[in-house]
Every structure is written in structure tokens, then in C-alpha cells.
């Protein structure tokens, strides 16, 4: 009897920790390139404009911040997304170079949307920076997780997993945990 019980909790525990993880894709495309490898950095033109594209298999939350080189922030998007829909946002580039901060996460950062709705009522730099010290902290909380799995999928569909696994033509999947940050640089 406590063989069975033991085996039939495990079963549970393992059911309750899988759920708790989730997969989503990252498209990053340009608009004379088409979709990029979302890779640390990326190289484009002085007047190409590009897109950031997430698609969750779950609903979550998401946000994108943009940091300019000279330390400018901007909130390219804060809120839940509904499992399967894609969130799009094209960011504009004032700098020569800017780096991106994709947090997708099982449940609502409320002490980043408290700093996020600050910032948008008073823009100033101290509480850009407020923001952008809470999207690192974030940030060091997940990789010291470690690094979640990623897969790319080339914009031809090529691929090693199965087609139900793997992420649309151009996109890169993240999967195999609860909370994620991926970070990328673009520069001009």
C-alpha cells in the first residue's frame, strides 16, 4: 500500500511541477530581412524597421523594455497575453544601439508593473532606472535558475524535433520553465 501511495504522489508532485512550466516563441523580423535568429546581437540597416513578436502556448505575462544606450528606457509592452495569440510591437531605435528585455512569466510582476506605472506617470530618469535595476533583478532571479532550453526554427521549417514541439518558421522556442528573460541587442 504506501508502494502504490508513494508512486501515485509522485505521479501528482510531477503533474503539479510540469504544469507550472510552459514553452513560448520569440520572433524577431525585419522588414527586409525577414525573421532573424534571435541571437545575443544583431546588425541592421540605419533606417530598417524590425518587430518583436511573442507567441505563449499558456496564458502569461509579458513585458518588453527597451534600453537605449545613453540609459533611455521605454515599456514596449506590459500585461497578460492569451495562450496561442501573438503579441506584436515594433520599437524604434534613437541610438545607435539598444538593448531588449523580453520577461515572459506564469504570473504578474507587481513590483515591476508598480515601478511601470510610476515611470508612465513621471518619465524621469530615476525612475527609468528604477525600472531597468527591477527588469535585472528579474533577470538574475531566472538565470540563476539556468538557462532555459531554445530551439530556432529556420524561417524553411528545418528542424530536429517533432513538428508539434517545435516553433513556427523563424521563431525561437523557450521552453522548461515558469519564468523567462531573454535579452538581445540591436544595433545600427
Known amino acids: 500500500m504506501k508502494k502504490i501511495l508513494i508512486v501515485l504522489l509522485s505521479f501528482i508532485c510531477a503533474g503539479v511541477l510540469g504544469a507550472q512550466t510552459f514553452s513560448w516563441d520569440l520572433g524577431i523580423e525585419s522588414s527586409s530581412k525577414g525573421f532573424l535568429n534571435s541571437t545575443?546581437?544583431?546588425?541592421?540597416?540605419?533606417?530598417?524597421?524590425?518587430?518583436?513578436?511573442?507567441?505563449?502556448?499558456?496564458?502569461?505575462?509579458?513585458?518588453?523594455?527597451?534600453?537605449?544606450?545613453?540609459?533611455?528606457?521605454?515599456?514596449?509592452?506590459?500585461?497578460?497575453?492569451?495562450?496561442?495569440?501573438?503579441?506584436?510591437?515594433?520599437?524604434?531605435?534613437?541610438?545607435?544601439?539598444?538593448?531588449?528585455?523580453?520577461?515572459?512569466?506564469?504570473?504578474?510582476?507587481?513590483?515591476?508593473?508598480?515601478?511601470?506605472?510610476?515611470?508612465?506617470?513621471?518619465?524621469?530618469?530615476?525612475?527609468?532606472?528604477?525600472v531597468y535595476s527591477e527588469v535585472l533583478k528579474v533577470q538574475r532571479e531566472v538565470h540563476a535558475l539556468g538557462e532555459p532550453a531554445v530551439q530556432f526554427t529556420s524561417v524553411s521549417g528545418a528542424t530536429s524535433r517533432n513538428a508539434e514541439d517545435r516553433a513556427p518558421a523563424g521563431y525561437s522556442r523557450q521552453s522548461g520553465k515558469s519564468r523567462y528573460v531573454k535579452t538581445f541587442i540591436v544595433r545600427r
Not at 51 to 56: A, D, H, L, S, T
Not at 78 to 90: D, F, M
Open 40 to 130: 545575443r546581437a544583431m546588425r541592421l540597416s540605419g533606417s530598417e524597421k524590425f518587430f518583436i513578436k511573442v507567441k505563449p502556448e499558456r496564458n502569461c505575462y509579458c513585458y518588453i523594455v527597451q534600453r537605449e544606450e545613453d540609459g533611455r528606457i521605454s515599456i514596449l509592452y506590459e500585461g497578460p497575453l492569451t495562450a496561442g495569440a501573438e503579441r506584436s510591437v515594433a520599437p524604434g531605435l534613437s541610438s545607435r544601439s539598444a538593448t531588449f528585455y523580453v520577461i515572459v512569466d506564469s504570473v504578474r510582476q507587481e513590483n515591476l508593473d508598480r515601478l511601470i506605472a510610476a515611470f508612465r506617470q513621471d518619465p524621469a530618469a530615476v525612475k527609468g532606472n528604477a
